[in-house]
């Protein structure tokens, strides 16, 4: 290994008399890098594990919910770990991979139920002693607190206190060996109010609305709380079970940054999340867990093992907010017209613009100091669009409407000041200044060739970001400006995908490693072809077939034109022969701007089977795509 450093020097005379050894060194010096190359991805395998999140156990079909599995299923899929050679590892097999004292096994996973039901004690215990598999129980503090003959607050309901393990039960598990106690906060497992309309969110994520003086939280505030619930629940286990716990689950898979800095001064070494991704040694307060519901049969089940899988199919509308709010008695009317639309398109996601342009003015649909509020209506949206209409939402931060005349700058300033209310699966960046100024970083510095864009995750995506930025903080660039500013936005949306807006030319015309550094650093591109028509799609594509990084990980945004006089079927006809021209000629994602929910434009025959989810091919082994609806199993 000493000769893959040091190459002899080879003089003029010396290369002739030696004919072909330095042929023979360069030969040695591919083989080690290649060598070290294997040992680099196995060790990096070792530093992944996967984590599964089990709720309630039931014995039959008819007391099923949401969340729940029957007996019989969890006692298959205990046994198709151990066929397969899976390894259920415990929370100090983990910590003590982390300090280096001995490696994680291979294929190793790790176990967790929450919420503390009674079915733990009374049938998973015993299969967890019968196997010798070690296991996670998270536990809500004040809902261990209820007096046996009591109810306990959970969701939207009441359930009674029996439900759940006692005190001593969880003593007993605590002592077992087998099954490490975890926080599943004190009272964080819950909702508080988040709008002026009502609208519940996690309490551990959000920042409560006072709808009596009309204000929001203070930041400062909501990080007392948090670290005040988290202290309270350490010292409240340490009470009852003797001593404090390693691991935090945080109630719904929600959390903030500011929540995770109070995690770790309170004392907690691991943090779980439900952000779909392996667990990684390296980080383990931002650990993933795959969600295990719907009583999956034990072909669903193998699904939940696999190297965690990304989305790679997105079809998504594009909403103007300026469409849905009016100064008006008729907002919510307008809301729900939307909502009863997206129920009925199906779509995979929906992208929202939280500007408006009125009187000649750009105004935000958020509480903001850096621009005039039009109504703060956007986490309501957000959150309705979620709950009632049954789709995702994507935040469309892109300075795209040239009409507007807006400064790239400004709108960056907004991006801290709209982080708290935007809770959403992926924000969209671009603008005509930013988006060149980010292609033209050294992206190529911050990820390596060898990587596989299908292993990687958008925690490790973001991390790769703050190194960028982290190493050029002084930077007054347009570019280094506007990962700070997104990183600020994701101090309170940590789990959203980044995606970035290019043109079309500009994306045609990297190259395949080029496109791999991009997608090292973003989880998506989107691909501006809004005003190139088919013909020269078609043409362009057919001089230059389409690369596979851009096919796969690119989304096609192209324009409907809409007017009132007789044009909307047209309209709707034109968009659909597009997206099927873009289909035919390998692109799986795209996204149409803009929908006309009021209007019902396009029009729902011909727009719906190229942008409703049900329509996705999840199961097609070349893209190996997760569907996040599974089948659920009949009686």
């Known amino acids: 290994m000493h000769g893959s450093n040091h190459i002899p020097p080879v003089t003029e005379h010396g290369s002739k008399r030696l004919g072909s050894r330095p042929r023979c060194w360069m030969r040695l010096l591919t083989f080690c ?152 906060s004190y009272q964080l497992h819950g909702e508080v109010n988040a709008t002026a309309q009502g609208n519940g969110l996690a309490a551990g994520a959000t920042l409560t609305y006072n709808r009596q003086n009309q204000n929001y939280e203070s930041q400062a505030n909501y990080r007392a709380r948090v670290q005040s619930d988290l202290k309270q629940a350490q010292a409240n286990l340490n009470e009852r079970i003797g001593h404090s716990v390693r691991v935090l689950v945080w109630p719904y898979g929600r959390y903030t940054d ?92 929906v992208c929202i613009r939280p500007y408006e342009l009125r009187d000649g003015v750009v105004k935000a649909f958020f509480p903001s100091q850096q621009l005039e509020v039009s109504q703060d209506r956007l986490l309501r949206t957000i959150w309705q669009t979620r709950t009632r209409g049954q789709t995702r939402s994507l935040l469309w931060l892109c300075n795209d409407r040239p009409s507007w005349k807006w400064d790239d700058r400004k709108m960056i300033k907004t991006w801290p000041e709209i982080g708290p209310m935007s809770p959403v699966f992926a924000v969209v960046i671009g603008g005509p200044e930013l988006s060149p100024a980010l292609l033209a970083l050294p992206w190529n510095q911050y990820s390596a060739l060898h990587q596989k864009i299908s292993g990687e995750s958008p925690t490790m995506r973001r991390h790769r970001r703050q190194v960028c930025l982290n190493k050029n903080q002084r930077s007054p660039s347009l570019a280094q400006q506007t990962l700070k500013n997104l990183e600020a936005f994701q101090q309170w949306q940590p789990y959203s995908q980044v995606y970035l807006q290019i043109s079309w030319q500009q994306a045609r015309a990297m190259s395949e490693d080029e496109l791999h550094h991009l997608l090292m650093v973003f989880d998506r591109l989107v691909l501006d072809a809004r005003g190139l028509s088919q013909r020269d799609l078609k043409k362009d594509i057919r001089q230059k077939p389409l690369q596979n990084n851009l096919a796969k990980y690119g989304q096609v945004l192209v324009d409907f034109k809409y007017n009132d006089r007789g044009f909307a079927k047209l309209g709707s006809h034109r968009l659909t022969d597009k997206l099927k021209l873009i289909e035919g000629l390998g692109m799986v994602s795209w996204i149409y701007d803009h929908d006309w929910p009021l209007s019902g434009q396009p029009a729902l025959k011909q727009v719906r089977p190229m942008i409703s989810a049900e329509g996705f091919p999840w199961n097609d082994p070349e893209f190996r795509i997760w569907s996040e609806v599974e089948k659920k199993e009949g009686p």
Request: hydrophobic share 40%; net charge negative; charged share 25%.
């Open 33 to 184: 890098a290649l060598f070290s190359w294997i040992i680099e991805s196995a060790i990096a395998s070792e530093q992944n594990f996967s984590v599964l999140s089990y709720h309630d156990v039931v014995l039959t079909r008819s007391e099923l919910s949401e969340d729940s599995v029957t007996l019989d299923h969890l006692v298959n899929q205990f046994e198709w770990l151990l066929a397969h050679h899976y390894h259920p590892v415990s929370v100090t097999d983990i910590l003590k991979a982390r300090a280096g004292e001995k490696p994680l096994p291979s294929k190793s996973v790790l176990l967790t139920f929450d919420d503390g039901y009674q079915s733990f004690y009374s049938l998973v215990f015993p299969l967890l002693k019968a196997y010798q598999y070690p296991a996670v129980l998270a536990l809500v503090g004040s809902w261990m607190e209820v007096g046996e003959d009591g109810t306990v607050n959970y969701g939207k309901g009441q359930v009674p206190r029996n439900t759940l393990i006692s005190w001593d039960q969880a003593r007993e598990l605590d002592q077992s060996g087998l099954v490490e106690i975890a926080s599943h």
């Open 258 to 349: 500011i929540a995770v800095a109070a995690a770790e001064k309170e004392g907690f070494s691991m943090a779980l999340t439900l952000n779909r991704e392996q667990g990684r040694l390296d980080d383990l307060m931002h650990t993933g867990r795959n969600y295990v519901w719907r009583n999956p049969t034990t072909l669903e089940y193998r699904n939940f093992l696999d190297q965690p899988l990304e989305k790679i199919v997105g079809r998504f509308p594009l909403l103007e907010m300026q469409s849905l709010i009016e100064k008006d008695p008729h907002s919510e009317e307008r809301l729900a017209k939307w909502l009863e639309r997206c129920s009925q398109m199906k779509p995979d996601g």
